[in-house]
């Protein structure tokens, strides 16, 4: 998989060279390329930005330079990823969409970011364009953003993650769970034993505790993720322990608070 990064810091993307994600370029899993945005400037200072059109504080990135550079490092097919606090929010769905992908340009903003006819250009040229949040907060710059979501897609990629199995109950997946309760040595730390039954080696006994827990965890943490499961999903066990959570079946096949 191809991702590029253009960014007006791209020292800030040297942590691409470190864990999974540098080891996965070292074996080229992964042809992951920063560049400056600066470098498609013609004028002496280098200029990437200019006030913003209607008045208003801070500056805008201008579509010029953003077009010029865009142009050179996209390849046919290739997608465009530009992060911003006002787009959908980033979940384990689009990663899991991103990592199909055969080129991934991360636009990454500064300032009050990106002229938005830069977006408009080139889905109105048919390409795939995502405008996407990594929360609801803001940050300064394209660039952590950027990071989060490579970092999310890039375990993604085939052979990446050592043992794929470690991805299957992971939180988000395919579940729609958050994961359960963890555990390693030594089985007795702080005053806290680990639950008797993680040492009972019964496999099943083991699976069914797990996934009490994690329907536990998320009915606690996130119960927007318990009335988006489909019942359809649900053993009878698993019904069970949702209705003694305070969680039934609704007229509309869904759970609902009872
Ligand atoms: C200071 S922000 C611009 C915020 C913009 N004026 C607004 O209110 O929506 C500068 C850049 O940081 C990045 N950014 C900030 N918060 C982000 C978030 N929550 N998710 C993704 N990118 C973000 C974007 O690249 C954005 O262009």
Redesign the pocket.
Known sequence: MRVDVVSIFPDYLSVLDLSLVGKARQRGLLDLRVHDLRDWTADRHRTVDDTPFGGGA?MV?RPDVWGLAIDEVLEPGGQLV??????EV?TQRHAEELASAGQLVF????????DARVAEHYRAAGVTVRE???????????????L?MIEAVARLVPGMVGNPESLVEESHGAAGLLEYPVYTKPPSWAGLDIPDVLLSGHHARIARWRRDRALERTARRRPDMIAALDPADLDKHDVALLAELGWVPGDDGGLVRA
Do not use: K
């Open positions: 801070g990135m530009v992060p911003t606090p006002s787009g980033f636009a990454c903003g500064r300032y009050e970011g990106i996407l949040s990594i929360g609801d907060y803001v940050l300064n710059g394209g660039e952590v953003a950027s989060v």
